[in-house]
């Protein structure tokens, strides 16, 4: 049995683990929405990337103009980095006069109907995923449904379940081992998951229309947008995803049996809100179902448990299936500053982040901590960078500066563990002290910086990154690309797969939902 109260480093920090520590797999998901003239694409999604709704490496996320481009899992961090440069290579060179814009918030909006929902075709799976996103635009508005970021999927090698950190383990269940373990790493994720927003969050900045509350504590930058002073990632604060419908959600991070109980509490329980929503049009059917949740990915969080069971059954009939495979961390916005929106000095911080969080004794969390979770997560994604900003540590108050350095100095050991012969892991902790040390040199107070002093709007630079972005691809040789027939040939094949599925027409989609629910 693991003990969630045992400190497990002394365990870790060995020669035996250096080398399995160093064989986790990481992929990534980034959006970006397709932008042309300085508004958001009204053209469907470029047929000559492939099928949205049966493309592996490039879909559509909410709108049909925002990109979702995705890496399979691979050993290395450069080989995902590479490959999702190599995504954004290909795709550069496919939609016409267009931009992906580099922000995670997005340009100005003039209307909801700027924002075209997803079209994913005729067959069920297809009409799923399009009503799905209906029910988002109902009950959130499609503006904040438009705002995009970086997922960074984190896999422990096979073998750490084999080595003398899990000695008292029954080996026979590795599946319930790694469920405990990955649980144990993402409730230490949730706790210091306010460092992932102040060191990488970038939209301290949102246009006007993106302002459903209250404009009284935003600075106006131009005619088209404001600002926070302090602000890391309005994306991930009140003004973005962290409303107040979602964090009422308590979903527990406490054992992978809890979390999919109440997961699964969501999608059967009834909301009174969302009841209100007409549901009647036989043509136009405005979400799946009037439930707290249509269905469990509605859950918004900084991070998941994920499978990496490949189908199209629930998330949480895959957990059930083969249990926790990996963590999903989804709180970091793009980094405008980088052309694939994440850079390397993110990727080696997060490896080590992550491990350290696997480590760390991870007690469960009770409803008043994840209380006080959310409000860290709030206060500094609105006032990260405010030098006196406090949060709170275990009922106690802590500066945010004095809790980031004890993290490192707790993460340093490992560091120096991965590096083994070079200090790559040593010198990006030096990198991320002096962002928690001088909140200039954060993501988003370099972005502000930028701004005030090129005394450029926030939609120019977003045209100017993106566009600049474009032509370095644009001048790329193809031949260069390790993966471009690969990438090309899924564009074909994808097209194959949904025309195969919108042949099927065996099932009334009714049918579809019900057994979609009742896997």
Known sequence: MID????????ALNFELKDTLSFGKLGFEKESLRV?????????????????????YITTDFSEAQLELITPPLSGKTSSFEFLDHIHHFVSHNIGQEILWPFSMPPVITSEHDIPIANFGTSNLGLFKQIYRNGLAHRYGR?????????????????????????DEDKRDIKEIKSKAYFRM???VYRMNWLILYLFGASPVLAENCIKKDKSSCQRLDDQTYYLPYATSLRMSDYGYQNLLRT?????????????????????????A??????????????????????????????????????????????????????????LDLNPFSRIGIDMETVYFLEMFLIYCLLKPSKPISSDELSTIHDNDLLVAKFGRDPNLYLQKYQTKIGLKEWGNQILDEITPIAELLDGD?????????????????PDETLSGLLLDRIMTEKISF????????????????????????????????AKDSWDRQFKLEEDTSQPFENFVTDYFNE
């Not at 308590?250 to 009174?272: P, V």
């Not at 070079?422 to 001088?438: F, R």
């Open 4 to 11: 969630n109260s045992k400190d497990l480093m002394g365990d």
């Open 36 to 56: 042309f003239q300085s508004n958001i694409a009204k053209s469907a999604h470029p047929r000559s990337v492939g099928s949205a709704l049966c493309n592996q």
């Open 143 to 167: 503006a904040m449904q438009a705002i995009s970021g970086v997922h960074y999927n984190y896999s422990l090698p096979d073998s750490i379940w084999q080595t003398s950190l899990f000695k």
């Open 186 to 188: 993402l409730r230490n």
């Open 248 to 272: 009422s959600l308590n979903i527990s991070f406490n054992s992978l049996n809890d979390y999919i109980f109440d997961l699964r509490a969501a999608t059967s329980t009834a909301s009174k």
């Open 274 to 331: 969302f009841q209100k929503i007409d549901n009647k049009h036989l043509t136009h059917q405005k979400q799946i179902n009037a439930n707290v949740l249509q269905i469990e990915d509605e859950y918004y969080a900084a991070a998941r448990a994920k499978s990496r069971i490949i189908s199209n059954q629930r998330p949480t009939s895959k957990l059930i299936q083969g249990g926790v495979d990996y963590i999903e961390l989804r709180s």
């Open 422 to 438: 070079t200090t790559v892991y040593s010198e990006m902790i030096g990198a991320i002290k002096l962002k928690v040390n001088n």
């Open 459 to 490: 939609i120019d630079l977003g045209n100017s990154i993106g566009a600049a972005n474009k032509q370095y691809y644009l001048n790329l040789e193809k031949s260069g690309n390790l993966h471009w027939h690969l990438l090309e040939q899924e």
